[in-house]
């Protein structure tokens, strides 16, 4: 199994360590890749305002995730858990004990290895793992880095390989660091790790999360989820904007509704029912046994009280699972689009389609209709909200 380690600060993690990490899985054929953030690196001081491990490490998981590539990235506390500086010669022998047979190759950039031998003991780093150095063909210095490979190898025995890098984000840290105490830079960042920024004021940023523009509004609700639910909310922001326009709803509205109604999605049954409580959320008996449920109503709570979502967008994420009688017009685009959005793909979507622009109504009674019809097949109680929003729409037709 070959299994890159990619240490650093991530001080942040940016769109540069995405680029770096997913063309070192291609150009390594790597089987895993694992991030490790240094909890105190040997060669430099962390700055002031460097934000607590945790938040490095949950900002380099949320990148890691954004990778796309399941179980195979993965974020190590490893150096964290260690007391003093972190050695990368002790953290790849900690490693070794854990993957006895693994072959190991050491991701860094230019400026680190340039320096390796300096390192604390290179010798024993480098009989454990090859290294694979970036160069950035423009900004590093191409014939350095080949003749440090050609030195290493001599000296240590070591594999080396200098990966070219594709020239996609060039950004210092520091500069990135700088760029975001000025409320600039996040054009350098994964957007789900800027939303973390925002929502946890590190970095010197201190935005009104009441007041956020739709770009900002989106990063802080993708920092909440698992990339791979990301398409399915973008799907829904456009299937819900294209609605509201086609029935006179307010589209923005509707897009903000669409941008965070599956926020709280992957929070677990304890957080939701923390939230339930925090909020004031009642629950009914199958709700507290059915977490999958509780998304949309602390969604909506997260959307009113830390977002500063107006009601009628609150009640459109809150009733979005089960539907209910007497909704509203947002209420049903918001309940349609998740239903139907482009990425979706089940028997009779195309049905639902297609009644979604002729026959509101119809598209909600349907969607109804398959919820409880899926519900029964699994032997699931169905929710009375979703029965008497069946109802309602019986009785209208
Ligand atoms: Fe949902
Ligand atoms: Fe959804």
Not at 156 to 174: D, N, W
Request: charged share 25%; aromatic share 8%.
């Amino acid at each position: 199994m070959k299994i890159g380690i990619y240490g650093g600060t991530f001080n942040p993690p940016h769109l540069g360590h995405m680029t770096a990490a997913r063309y070192a899985m291609e150009a390594l054929e790597l089987d895993e890749l694992l991030f490790i953030p240094a909890a105190l690196p040997p060669h430099k001081l962390l700055p002031g305002g460097t934000p607590a491990p945790e938040a490095r490490v949950a900002m380099t998981e949320i990148l890691a995730d954004n990778l796309l590539c399941g179980e195979r990235a993965r974020v190590s506390d490893l150096e964290l858990r260690r007391a003093g500086k972190s050695y990368s010669s002790d953290t790849i022998l900690e490693l070794r004990r854990e993957y006895p047979t693994a072959e190991f190759w050491f991701l860094m950039g230019s400026d680190m290895f340039l320096t390796l031998q300096q390192w604390h003991e290179p010798g024993k780093l480098l009989a454990q793992t090859g290294v694979a150095a970036f160069a950035r063909t423009k900004s590093d210095p191409v014939t350095a880095m080949e003749d440090q490979a050609q030195r290493l190898r001599k000296t240590y025995g070591a594999q080396v390989k200098v990966l070219h890098l594709p020239e996609v984000v060039e950004i210092s840290s520091t500069r990135l660091r700088a760029a975001l105490e000025r409320g600039e830079g996040s054009e350098f960042l994964c957007p789900s790790v800027w939303g973390y920024i925002l929502m946890h004021q590190l970095y010197g940023t201190h935005a009104d999360l009441t007041a956020l523009s739709d770009r900002d509004l989106r990063a802080c609700s993708y920092s909440m989820v698992k990339a791979k639910r990301l398409r399915h909310i973008q799907g829904t922001e456009e299937e819900a904007v294209r609605l509201a326009l086609h029935w006179g709803a307010d589209p923005e509205k509707a897009r903000k509704a669409a941008i965070l109604h599956d926020c709280t999605k992957y929070l677990s049954g304890k957080e939701q029912l923390q939230l339930c409580e925090k909020y004031g959320i009642v629950l009914d008996d199958l709700e507290r046994r059915a977490v999958k449920l509780l998304h949309s109503k602390t969604g909506a709570a997260i959307a009113k009280h830390v977002f500063g979502m107006p009601d009628d967008i609150y009640d459109a994420i809150f009733w979005h699972t089960t539907g209910k009688a007497d909704m509203t017009l947002l209420e049903k685009i918001l309940y349609t689009a998740d239903y139907m959005e482009p990425s979706r793909e089940f028997d009779g979507v195309e049905r639902l389609r297609e009644l979604a622009y002729t026959d509101l109504d119809a598209a909600v009674l349907l969607g109804c209709d398959m919820s409880i019809a899926d519900m029964e097949e699994r032997h699931q109680p169905v929710h009375r909200n979703t029965l008497e929003a069946r109802n309602w729409l019986r009785d209208r037709k």
